[in-house]
């Protein structure tokens, strides 16, 4: 759980990935979003697949800000091979935390053993990088939630992540739903599909137990840290 009496401005960015996933993205696009990640001090920059690795690298070299490539977008409904050679294809090409979507249709047809082994195979395949697995619980029931993030855990995957941000976010009791399954694992939630308000979604969202927001207006709710404190939505800085 985050301790917002000791976050400030400075290190607020650090609760939030920014996530840049337009059809029409350009190279010239990547790179002026990456200042601005630099600029807000965010944990990762994220795009929807390894294209983009190379330039996101380059931007970023120097800084402490992850290179977030996207497996699997947007249905994960590639095979485990096939996922397995995006993670090692991003990862020789700079990415330094990888956003993998599950098989929503596989876990619909109870095939856990399956989906355990891609998710080991996308493990191993990942190496050093930080490894994420998105579920889009918009189209789960909150059984298949439950039994997502368990799989989840198990596998050794270091974040569960309610969406993709393609279709509907997650709802509250979603999110409370994950962080009371992982609790007592080492596998952490992660937010994206934040609906409007965002600025106040989000920060609830960190208030029940999510620790990292992933969302294309991080900087705007990065500003607004001061107007949720005034409001009481976030707790007051202590330093």
Do not use: H
């Amino acid at each position: 759980m985050l301790d917002f009496t000791k976050i400030d401005k400075s290190n607020i960015g650090k609760c939030f990935d920014y996530a840049i996933l337009p059809k029409d993205t350009t190279e010239g696009v990547i790179r002026k979003e990456c200042k601005i990640a630099v600029k807000y001090n965010v944990k990762a920059f994220c795009f929807s697949s390894s294209y983009w690795t190379r330039v996101v690298a380059e931007e970023l070299a120097g800084t402490d800000i992850l290179v977030g490539a996207g497996i699997g977008f947007p249905f994960g409904q590639q095979t485990s091979a096939v996922k397995a050679f995006e993670a090692e294809e991003a990862v020789r090409m700079g990415a330094t935390v990888l956003d993998n979507v599950m098989n929503v249709g596989a876990l619909k047809d109870k095939k856990y053993s399956e989906i355990l082994q891609e998710f080991k195979d996308y493990k191993k395949a990942a190496g050093p990088a930080i490894t994420k697995m998105i579920l889009d619980v918009a189209f789960l029931t909150d059984e298949e939630i439950a039994t997502s993030c368990k799989l989840i855990a198990e596998a050794g995957i270091d974040w569960a992540k309610s969406a993709t941000g393609q279709y509907e976010g997650p709802t509250l009791e979603q999110v409370l739903l994950m962080v009371d399954t992982l609790k007592g694992t080492d596998t952490k939630v992660k937010v994206s599909g934040i609906k409007f308000p965002r600025a106040q979604n989000a920060y609830i969202f960190l208030m029940a137990g999510a620790e990292l927001i992933g969302t294309r207006d991080a900087p705007k709710i990065i500003e607004s840290l001061d107007t949720m404190r005034k409001i009481g939505v976030v707790p007051q800085y202590k330093g």
